[in-house]
Nanobody
Framework: QVQLVESGGGSVQAGGSARLSCAAS????????MGWFRQAPGKEREFVAS????????DYAESVRGRFTISRDDAKNTVYLQMNSLKPEDTAVYYC???????????????????WGQGTLVTVSS
């Protein structure tokens, strides 16, 4: 099973930016679609963004569209989430996720994902 390790979380001022990284233990260029979910205190995990293994498809939650950008570097087996114009409501634990073969969409259930990272906390202060 592919293992995912996130980094880049921390405390950020509202309006600021942060970049999350997710390193995979195995090559993900072939067959693995990647993405990010997040979970705020007292809430269920929700979809944030996704990118296909070939990088020809991306999807974003409406709450982050235009502010967040997902990308991947297959040479490094790494996926990134660039977060700009951060808001206090973006505060959450962010999880890197992977799904083999099938695309990840905004409507994808977290129960169908094949791998999860341990999570990294992003705190946005006003």
């Amino acid at each position: 099973q592919v293992q995912l390790v996130e980094s880049g979380g921390g405390s950020v001022q509202a309006g600021g930016s942060a970049r999350l990284s997710c390193a995979a233990s195995a090559r993900t260029r072939i067959s693995y679609n990647m993405g990010w979910f997040r979970q705020a205190p007292g809430k269920e995990r929700e979809f944030v963004a996704s990118i296909s293994w070939s990088a020809d498809f991306t999807d974003y939650a409406e709450s982050v569209r235009g502010r967040f950008t997902i990308s991947r570097d297959d040479a490094k087996n790494t996926v990134y989430l660039q977060m700009n114009s951060l808001k206090p409501e973006d505060t959450a634990v962010y999880y890197c996720v992977a799904k083999r073969w099938e695309y990840i969409y905004a409507g994808t259930s977290g129960d169908t994902l094949d791998a999860w990272g341990q999570g990294t906390l992003v705190t946005v202060s006003s």
